[in-house]
T-cell receptor, first 108, second 115 residues
Framework: KNEVEQSPQNLTAQEGEFITINCSYSVGISALHWLQQHPGGGIVSLFMLSSGKKKHGRLIATINIQEKHSSLHITASHPRDSAVYIC??????????FGTGTLLAVQP | NAGVTQTPKFQVLKTGQSMTLQCAQDMNHEYMSWYRQDPGMGLRLIHY???????DQGEVPNGYNVSRSTTEDFPLRLLSAAPSQTSVYFC??????????????FGPGTRLLVL
């Protein structure tokens, strides 16, 4: 079993829908990252959080440390949100552990 | 700032050839790392560095060497390329060596094909 599990692996949505991507982890962490990878490969950091909730535009990330679970929400989804969303966790060491990603396709 | 840059963008090698993937950042970041990304798998750490002159192994270091002679540069060397090293390679950096607490900045990636 992977230390970081994401669900779903693939997600297709219609433009305007509310989207949720989940990340569960089994190790103790000090921070969790959400990353976005567009077709063409570039990876961009969306959020880094260690507790509670963060919001940036239409994106919201939450984390529940006790349940070892985080969610990434996208409100009013748009085709330009189509990408792979990656969850990564960091603990006591200088290393991040990555999930395998969720491929999101938002159709017009 | 250019951020994190990687060269080349794409490379084809024959089995047994050696090459160096270049990575540079102009943000004065202490922490730099190399990952490989393979289908169906998460990014895996190859090597990392917490500052000039300091490097350490990650999860999949075999077949790769690194050095960190300056804060800016962190090249990755493939000693004798094998088809199993066909992958997309990403370099990343962050300011503080305590990487879990810091935003990661990624380069655009190098797509490597070993025949």
């Amino acid at each position: 079993k992977n230390e970081v599990e994401q669900s779903p692996q693939n997600l297709t949505a219609q433009e305007g829908e509310f989207i949720t991507i989940n990340c569960s982890y089994s190790v103790g962490i000090s921070a969790l990252h959400w990353l976005q990878q567009h077709p063409g490969g570039g990876i961009v950091s969306l959020f880094m959080l260690s507790s509670g909730k963060k919001k940036h535009g239409r994106l919201i990330a939450t984390i529940n440390i006790q349940e070892k679970h985080s969610s990434l929400h996208i409100t009013a989804s748009h085709p330009r949100d189509s990408a792979v969303y990656i969850c990564a966790v960091g603990g006591a060491t200088n290393k991040l552990i990555f999930g395998t990603g969720t491929l999101l396709a938002v159709q017009p | 700032n250019a951020g994190v840059t990687q060269t080349p963008k794409f490379q084809v090698l024959k089995t047994g050839q050696s090459m160096t993937l270049q990575c540079a950042q102009d943000m004065n970041h202490e922490y730099m790392s190399w990952y490989r990304q393979d289908p169906g798998m998460g990014l895996r750490l190859i090597h990392y560095s917490v500052g000039a002159g300091i490097t350490d192994q990650g999860e999949v270091p075999n077949g790769y060497n690194v050095s960190r002679s300056t804060t800016e540069d962190f090249p990755l060397r493939l000693l004798s390329a094998a088809p199993s090293q066909t992958s997309v390679y990403f370099c990343a950096s962050s300011y503080d060596p305590k990487v879990p607490q810091e935003t990661q900045y990624f380069g655009p990636g190098t797509r490597l094909l070993v025949l």
